[in-house]
């Protein structure tokens, strides 16, 4: 039996942990463009949820939407975009409105992270998505690959060199697992990672 505090909700084959989910409701509707986000995650239940949910937002708003990550096969995504939010993904995808990328497709493609193409892929990203008459562009970049393949300086020259908010119609939301803050990145980096993000959900 479920106490008040931890009523859980079956939404399709997804686990809601409802206060969670009021939580995220909650934020996401605080966010504008501009906005360079971490948010740090206690599961992949509560990442992937807010994930989707922060995507399907932004396509209703006639945005771009990008999706990188490694934890999730790109069929599985897919997948849960049709089911959830009753679309054509293929479709979609193949008018480059949904892009689906894995953190090492994105972020280091050749081995090894490079900060200026990465910064140039997202200037093209979204000059194209602008010249096609969209509204801007959300991202939602989990960085656990970054971790898992020894990258976390990396990754924090990365982080330091984006500024706190974008000049330009962007939504990003770097995500991060608790595992991976507690193991591999000291206080003083914690705090350098907030320097650079507004809001800061940890």
């Not at 239940?45 to 490694?70: C, P, W």
């Not at 069929?75 to 892009?99: F, N, P, Y």
């Not at 509204?135 to 656990?144: A, E, K, L, P, T």
Request: proline fraction near 2%; hydrophobic fraction near 40%; charged fraction near 25%.
């Amino acid at each position: 039996m479920f106490l008040h505090c931890d009523v859980l909700a079956f939404h399709n084959s997804y686990i809601l942990n409802l206060p969670i989910v009021n939580r995220m409701a909650q934020r996401l509707q605080t966010i504008e463009q501009g906005n360079h986000i971490i948010a740090v995650y206690s599961s992949k239940d509560e990442k992937y949820n807010e994930a989707f949910a922060f995507l399907k937002e932004g396509l209703q708003r006639n945005e771009v939407v990008i999706m990188t990550t490694s934890d999730l096969l790109k069929d599985e995504i897919r997948a849960r975009m049709r089911d959830e939010w009753k679309i054509d993904v293929l479709g979609l995808e193949s008018k480059g409105d949904i892009i689906i990328r894995t953190t090492e497709e994105v972020y280091f493609p050749g081995g090894m992270p490079n900060i200026q193409r990465t910064k140039a892929l997202w200037s093209t990203l979204v000059e194209n998505c602008l010249s096609k008459g969209k509204r801007g562009m959300r991202v939602f970049g989990d960085m656990g690959a970054f971790f898992k393949h020894g990258f976390t300086k990396e990754l924090l020259e990365y982080e330091s060199c984006l500024e706190q908010r974008f000049n330009f119609p962007v939504i990003g939301i770097c995500a991060y697992d608790s595992n991976d803050i507690s193991n591999n990145i000291t206080l003083v980096q914690i705090r350098q990672l907030q320097q650079h993000h507004n809001p800061v959900w940890m």
